[in-house]
């Protein structure tokens, strides 16, 4: 099986990120994605319909790859979302198009994960707080799966430092256009990442 991936960007100043940009740089080397730059694309937010709406009909896989801004997506994810998924194409009785796709988030924050718990300072899972994600997933009867979370992203400081995690990104795509993953298992989980063989070997001595 290979599985076509879109991946749309969603970061309005990508030559100031530590984390986004990195992880860009590390999926464009994957046979199989196609990188989508939302706000390079659409500097003055005037989204083509049409043109996002091919996209997504020419591929499997449609990967969100953003900063968390207010415990949520930048503003033109939820342009994209308002206009995109219109009724009758994505949802409604007369068209279903996603109907089957996968999709997930692949998150960076500047909290650490253990703000991200229920004792925690942000209450929530970076994944509770996408319920919108996968409600709209659910709705457009497409697979919603557990993001992929990068905590912390102020602290990283270098390619060297990063490069673990750029490892396990691309192999999350890989897997993702092999079908290698298992989407029952790794939908329950909070987050993505340690559904992946290289989030096993980590706990490992
Ligand atoms: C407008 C704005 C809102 C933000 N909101 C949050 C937030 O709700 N939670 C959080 O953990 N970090 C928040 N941050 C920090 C960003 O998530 C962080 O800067 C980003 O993930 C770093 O990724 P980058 O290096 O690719 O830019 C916010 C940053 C900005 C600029």
């Known amino acids: 099986m290979t599985r076509k991936i879109l ?12 984390v986004n940009r990195r992880l860009l740089d590390g999926a464009r080397g ?3 994605v ?5 706000y390079e694309a659409y500097p003055a937010m005037q989204l083509s319909v049409r043109r996002e709406q091919k996209l997504l009909l020419e591929h499997d896989v449609i990967v969100f790859q953003h900063p968390f801004y207010w415990y949520s997506t930048p503003a033109i994810l939820k342009e994209w979302q308002d206009l995109v998924l219109e009724h009758n194409w994505a949802y409604g009785q007369k068209g279903h198009h996603l109907d089957g796709k996968i999709t997930l988030n692949v998150v960076s924050t500047g909290g650490p994960e253990q703000a991200y718990s229920e004792q925690g300072f942000n209450r929530f899972s970076v994944r509770q707080l996408l319920a919108p994600y996968e409600l709209t997933a659910h709705l457009c009867r497409m697979t919603f799966l557990p993001p992929f979370v990068v905590h912390s992203a102020f602290h990283v400081e270098s390619d060297a430092q990063f490069a673990p995690v750029v490892v396990e ?16 298992a790794a939908a329950r989980l ?13 706990g490992t001595p």
């Open 7 to 18: 991946l749309l960007l969603a970061h309005p100043v990508l030559e100031r990120s530590r």
């Open 30 to 32: 994957v046979e199989g």
């Open 34 to 38: 196609t990188v989508h730059d939302l």
């Open 169 to 184: 990104y691309r192999q999350l795509l890989e897997a993702l256009r092999d079908g290698t993953i298992n989407l029952e």
């Open 190 to 202: 909070t987050r993505i990442n340690s559904a992946l063989p290289v989030g096993e070997q980590k």
